[in-house]
């Protein structure tokens, strides 16, 4: 099938019989290897493409950082069931964080090796998981020069009494209150499997 849409393209784009959307567009399912099993969720599926890719391009005057990704043709209903984020478990406070003053150049951590390669959350709320993992994956890099990918599920499977909802979502707050008690074990001897199991 991929090799079919890659053939399409190919001789659409020679022979200029589509318009650049629909290149776009066509181009997106082969890249992230798409199907659709009907003609109205084709057409459904490209019309929430085009609305993001309108998005992207608004933000190209601004940034460089934008673009498609496998969500483009989600509908912005379907984005919502897989954000976590429970603010409403934040508790309020009167305080407010101000940085340090500082001369610094800015710093790219990617650039430094502190920074694990991209996750897939897939289709479950546990984003506030991720983000968790990623700011202690890079404290544990700035400390000790070893670079660990951390076990999101360890996450969502043990916080529960701190608050959080696994696939239902959850707060960094609350995770990181977890990670006080508790040591975050490895990616690889506890991994993520996008769904709840009550192994702790």
């Excluded at 305080?95 to 920074?115: C, I």
């Excluded at 990623?134 to 599920?153: C, V």
Aim: include cysteine; hydrophobic fraction near 40%; charged fraction near 20%.
């Amino acid at each position: 099938m991929r090799s079919f849409i890659a053939a399409t393209i190919a001789a659409a784009a020679s022979a200029t019989l589509m318009n650049s959307e629909d290149y776009a567009f066509i181009k997106f399912v082969a890249d992230y290897g798409k199907t659709y099993s009907t003609v109205e969720e084709f057409n459904f599926r490209k019309a929430n493409f085009l609305a993001a890719d309108a998005q992207i391009k608004a933000f190209q005057s601004t940034t460089q950082t934008v673009g498609h990704n496998f969500f483009s043709d989600w509908s912005a209903a379907e984005f919502k069931k897989v954000l976590g984020y429970r603010a409403e478990n934040k508790i309020a406070s009167n305080s407010t964080f101000v940085p340090p003053k500082t001369n610094a150049a800015a710093v790219d951590w990617r650039s430094k090796g502190a920074v694990t390669g991209v996750k897939d959350q897939k289709a479950c709320g546990s984003c506030w998981s991720f983000s968790t993992t990623g700011a202690l994956e890079g404290a544990h890099f700035i400390a000790s020069g070893e670079l660990l990918s951390l076990s999101e599920q360890q996450l969502m499977d043990c916080s529960w009494k701190f608050g959080n909802l696994s696939c239902g979502g959850g707060l960094m707050d609350s995770a990181f209150k977890y990670a006080e008690t508790t040591p975050i074990t490895t990616e690889a001897q506890y991994p993520y499997t996008a769904m709840f199991h009550t192994s702790c």
